[in-house]
């Protein structure tokens, strides 16, 4: 430390650590009010790119067309589907689920209307109630056989087998909220704003946020009555809960889940680790009071900003306790080592001896893995860049009590003799500083190696995955995600949206015959009178336009990644089964179209065509759990057929949906990866020449934690996983913690360099040393990673593992490939 900065520390932190520790006290008390605001999230936003031009896209269609938060509740008896006590049972289970208060509305199987069956006329639609399949003048069978051919219900609400079915349960929406969200989402899509509207947006945000919040409390309440609600009918069948807002609520007890398990099993690892590293009382106590207060600290910064964790970044306890006490064994350990060289010198000198020879190395070694999280932010994937933010926070935080606590408290104990022994070199640290030494031909040829193998893997790296595919197969999620993908028309939504040229209707293209008598479409229907006012509005349904919605439509449904496959299309389709398999032409459409009550229309057909902006909607649903699906190529193979063999331009259609911005979140995986490791290779490489001033040292520091960090991706290029929200993280992160051991060697090499001017006894002593403490902290940080093999989220799981593996092969590069390079460049 500079003079100034060491003379400052020394009076202050040093003579007076009690006045410190109270102060430290106060500061844990003011942010410990705050710990209550700490909020977990698992909203859609979490799956985007901010700056996704799809995305504005995306909303202004959700926002044209009404759209409703629903969960589905798959249905499979033991009994007949279409047996009366099947019907008394959804019928019991639709009643109590809409006595919840938080439900609109619940549609069933014996909700669905019969017009052929019943025989109900076009013309009377809006006279008569329309029959359902409970209505005691309705033969079973023909309506069983009416829903199961239906191209509505059929893979919607009804399995093509008749098996199982489907209650779609309509939640109450928050019209505040969506207009909360519709004016953010209209404020954020302008390029600039002015004063006042920068001032209202920060408004909206504000209220949007608590609104949020609450609205998260409930949807878990309604989450948990639907489930009460289920479990009273488990025994009359098979029933399966799903839905985004499901899957939401489930996300955060997932994060919960995690963030106990994940910081007991880091707990609990740590006190094993430190027992057996120091097995004294004081060196278990102080390193775990240091990351409480660190963990604490930080959970309390969270809430005090009203910072939401998700699945991505609820890693960051575990991750903090991990460095935290990575950086408290560095420090225990070069004490023990004072005060075996020191032993007539007095406690604060030996603390502060520590503090001034630990300071710099662990300053850059917490500067450099700063570097590698906020890397994080060129994925533009919002909740990895929130997760690198934390991180950065959360290792400034690690720092400040690792120079600070520690120092204050260890100063209140007394000096106590130590056995640490030098001399005593663990087996393991000293065979790689022979391997190092004697076999350093085998080491550069067996890194040259890897790093061979590392880059055919990586030509092999994809960036896709199933969703469906992170989470276990026991969870509700997948099991849910399963059923409906398998039995109900898929899981994952896209639409395409077909924009028309304006185009004039030829009022004399048809006259209803009379044939359309038997059905109710008399001369009477059609009679125009006063009713319909003549304009174009009321003429939108033209020729042109049916024949391109269905040869859309027909196009998507012989897709094999495709499932359910809604249009106008399926619309006609169901009245001209009704007209005895007669088309229908525009003109009668146009009438039909008029004369529909307005609750049937708005239910049933605006949600796929609007008039007023001169477009059609098809909606389509993909099958989630194909082995085979590709994404980007399906993405691209849509759009180049609609263009190609369709014979749209390519401003008459878009594609639009979740999957689209899935898919660009993805897809900006492998951009982002090589963006963040450039970041953090120059990031560090400037670090090391600062510290070393050496340009010759900083290469060689780095290329060992390089070969570890690539030797992951090439890994899982090797084993054909796909990168995701997690394993993208991977490499930056062990770059940036990896790369602490490099410094701390480098550090110590120079310095016991210097007294003995001999570069194999040098690494001798090292690896006896710093060696020692680089293999403790690497035990603890692979190990600590292991644990979260425990989620229920698959990346995290990957995450973990790859982590530790990484840190693994890390951890020998450094005790092995780089003493080799030291003895071959000899820097010093």
């Known amino acids: 430390m500079p003079s100034l900065i060491n003379k400052i520390y020394e009076n202050i932190i040093i003579k007076h650590p009690i006045f410190i520790i109270f102060f430290l006290i106060l500061v844990l008390g003011f942010f410990s009010l705050h710990i209550k605001n700490f909020e977990l999230d698992a909203s859609a936003d979490s799956l985007i790119l901010e700056d996704d031009e799809d995305l504005k896209i995306f909303r202004k269609i959700i926002s044209r067309y009404d759209t409703k938060d629903f969960v589905i509740i798959t249905y499979k008896p033991n009994e007949n589907l279409f047996s009366l006590n099947s019907f008394e049972n959804i019928k019991s289970l639709k009643s109590k689920l809409e006595n919840l208060e938080n439900v609109h509305e619940v549609i069933t199987l014996i909700d669905l209307p019969l017009l052929k069956v019943a025989n109900v006329p076009l013309k009377r639609l809006n006279a008569d109630k329309i029959k359902t399949i409970i209505d005691p003048d309705i033969d079973i069978s023909l309506a069983k056989k009416e829903i199961l051919e239906s191209p509505i219900f059929k893979n919607l609400i009804?399995?093509?087998?008749?098996?199982?079915?489907?209650?779609?349960?309509?939640?109450?929406?928050?019209?505040?909220?969506?207009?909360?969200?519709?004016?953010?989402?209209?404020?954020?899509?302008?390029?600039?704003?002015?004063?006042?509207?920068?001032?209202?947006?920060?408004?909206?945000?504000?209220?949007?946020?608590?609104?949020?919040?609450?609205?998260?409390?409930?949807?878990?309440?309604?989450?948990?009555?639907?489930?009460?609600?289920?479990?009273?009918?488990?025994?009359?069948?098979?029933?399966?809960?799903?839905?985004?807002p499901m899957i939401a609520d489930d996300m955060i007890e997932f994060i919960k889940s995690d963030l106990v398990n994940f910081g007991v099993g880091v707990f609990l690892f740590i006190i094993i680790t430190l027992i057996v590293v120091f097995r004294e009382l004081r060196w278990v106590a102080l390193p775990l009071l240091n990351c409480f207060y660190a963990v604490l600290i930080m959970i309390g910064v969270l809430g005090f900003v009203n910072w939401d964790v998700t699945v991505i970044s609820s890693n960051f306890i575990s991750l903090m306790l991990i460095l935290t006490i990575a950086m408290n064994i560095h420090l225990a350990v070069r004490y023990k080592q004072l005060c075996n060289e020191m032993p007539n010198s007095e406690q604060s000198e030996i603390v502060f001896l520590t503090t001034k020879k630990m300071v710099w190395p662990c300053l850059y070694t917490a500067l450099t893995t700063i570097c590698a999280f906020t890397s994080l932010v060129f994925s533009g994937i919002k909740p990895v860049i929130d997760f690198g933010w934390m991180m950065a926070i959360g290792l400034s935080v690690t720092f400040l009590t690792s120079f600070i606590l520690f120092p204050s408290i260890l100063l209140l104990l007394k000096k106590k003799e130590d056995s640490f022994n030098n001399e005593a070199q663990s087996h393991f640290t000293g065979g790689l500083a022979?391997?190092?030494?004697?076999?350093?031909?085998?080491?550069?040829?067996?890194?040259?190696?890897?790093?061979?193998?590392?880059?055919?893997?990586?030509?092999?790296?994809?960036?896709?995955?199933?969703?469906?595919?992170?989470?276990?197969?026991?969870?509700?999620?997948?099991?849910?995600?399963?059923?409906?993908?398998?039995?109900?028309?898929?899981?994952?939504?896209?639409?395409?949206?077909?924009?028309?040229?304006?185009?004039?209707?030829?009022?004399?293209?048809?006259?209803?015959?009379?044939?359309?008598?038997?059905?109710?479409?008399?001369?009477?229907?059609?009679?125009?009178?006063?009713?319909?006012?003549?304009?174009?509005?009321?003429?939108?349904?033209?020729?042109?336009?049916?024949?391109?919605?269905e040869k859309a439509h027909n196009y998507l449904e012989s897709l094999p990644e495709i499932g359910k496959v809604l249009s106008l299309t399926s619309l006609i389709r169901v009245a001209e089964d009704l007209n005895e398999g007669k088309e229908?032409?525009?003109?009668?459409?146009?009438?039909?179209?008029?004369?529909?009550?307005?609750?049937?229309?708005?239910?049933?057909?605006?949600?796929?065509?609007?008039?007023?902006?001169?477009?059609?909607?098809?909606?389509?649903?993909?099958?989630?759990?194909?082995?085979?699906?590709?994404?980007?190529?399906?993405?691209?193979?849509?759009?180049?057929?609609?263009?190609?063999?369709?014979?749209?331009?390519?401003?008459?259609?878009?594609?639009?949906?979740?999957?689209?911005?899935?898919?660009?979140?993805?897809?900006?995986?492998?951009?982002?990866?090589?963006?963040?490791?450039?970041?953090?290779?120059?990031?560090?490489?400037?670090?090391?020449?600062?510290?070393?001033?050496?340009?010759?040292?900083?290469?060689?520091?780095?290329?060992?934690?390089?070969?570890?960090?690539?030797?992951?991706?090439?890994?899982?290029?090797?084993?054909?996983?796909?990168?995701?929200?997690?394993?993208?993280?991977?490499?930056?992160?062990?770059?940036?913690?990896?790369?602490?051991?490099?410094?701390?060697?480098?550090?110590?090499?120079?310095?016991?360099?210097?007294?003995?001017?001999?570069?194999?006894?040098?690494?001798?002593?090292?690896?006896?040393?710093?060696?020692?403490?680089?293999?403790?902290?690497?035990?603890?940080?692979?190990?600590?990673?292991?644990?979260?093999?425990?989620?229920?989220?698959?990346?995290?799981i990957y995450f973990g593992l790859f982590t530790g593996l990484a840190m693994l092969i890390a951890m020998l590069a450094v005790l092995t490939l780089l003493p080799k390079l030291i003895l071959m460049v000899k820097p010093f």
Not at 171 to 192: C, Y
Not at 456 to 479: A, M, P, R, W
Not at 598 to 626: F, G, M, T
């Open 584 to 796: 229908f032409d525009p003109f009668e459409l146009n009438v039909i179209y008029k004369k529909l009550p307005e609750k049937l229309k708005r239910n049933i057909v605006d949600p796929y065509i609007s008039i007023e902006h001169n477009e059609a909607r098809i909606n389509l649903r993909v099958l989630d759990s194909q082995k085979d699906l590709r994404r980007k190529e399906l993405i691209e193979k849509i759009n180049s057929d609609f263009k190609n063999k369709l014979e749209f331009n390519e401003d008459q259609f878009q594609i639009t949906g979740v999957l689209v911005l899935y898919n660009n979140m993805l897809q900006s995986l492998f951009d982002s990866q090589i963006k963040t490791l450039v970041f953090v290779m120059f990031g560090i490489a400037i670090m090391f020449i600062i510290l070393f001033r050496s340009l010759t040292l900083s290469i060689i520091g780095i290329i060992p934690n390089f070969i570890a960090a690539i030797s992951i991706l090439g890994i899982m290029g090797l084993l054909k996983l796909p990168l995701d929200m997690m394993t993208i993280t991977i490499a930056s992160i062990t770059i940036g913690i990896a790369v602490d051991n490099s410094i701390h060697y480098i550090y110590r090499f120079r310095e016991e360099f210097k007294k003995i001017n001999d570069y194999k006894k040098t690494i001798d002593i090292c690896h006896m040393s710093v060696g020692r403490a680089i293999f403790n902290t690497s035990v603890t940080i692979i190990f600590g990673f292991s644990i979260l093999v425990l989620s229920n989220f698959i990346p995290t």
């Open 434 to 549: 022979y391997l190092a030494k004697h076999h350093g031909n085998k080491v550069l040829f067996l890194s040259g190696l890897l790093t061979i193998i590392t880059i055919i893997g990586i030509t092999k790296l994809k960036v896709e995955n199933s969703f469906i595919n992170y989470f276990k197969e026991k969870t509700e999620i997948y099991q849910g995600m399963k059923l409906i993908d398998e039995k109900l028309g898929g899981t994952t939504p896209l639409d395409i949206v077909i924009n028309f040229k304006k185009e004039t209707f030829d009022s004399n293209e048809s006259i209803p015959s009379s044939d359309d008598a038997e059905l109710g479409l008399d001369d009477d229907f059609f009679d125009l009178g006063s009713e319909i006012e003549i304009n174009t509005k009321d003429y939108w349904f033209t020729s042109t336009k049916i024949k391109q919605i």
């Open 158 to 244: 009804v399995s093509e087998d008749g098996q199982l079915t489907s209650l779609i349960v309509n939640l109450k929406r928050d019209e505040q909220f969506v207009e909360l969200l519709r004016k953010r989402n209209d404020l954020r899509a302008k390029e600039k704003l002015k004063i006042e509207e920068e001032k209202e947006l920060k408004k909206i945000l504000v209220e949007y946020d608590k609104r949020k919040r609450n609205l998260k409390k409930i949807n878990h309440q309604n989450i948990a009555a639907i489930r009460e609600v289920i479990k009273e009918f488990t025994d009359t069948g098979e029933i399966h809960l799903g839905g985004v």
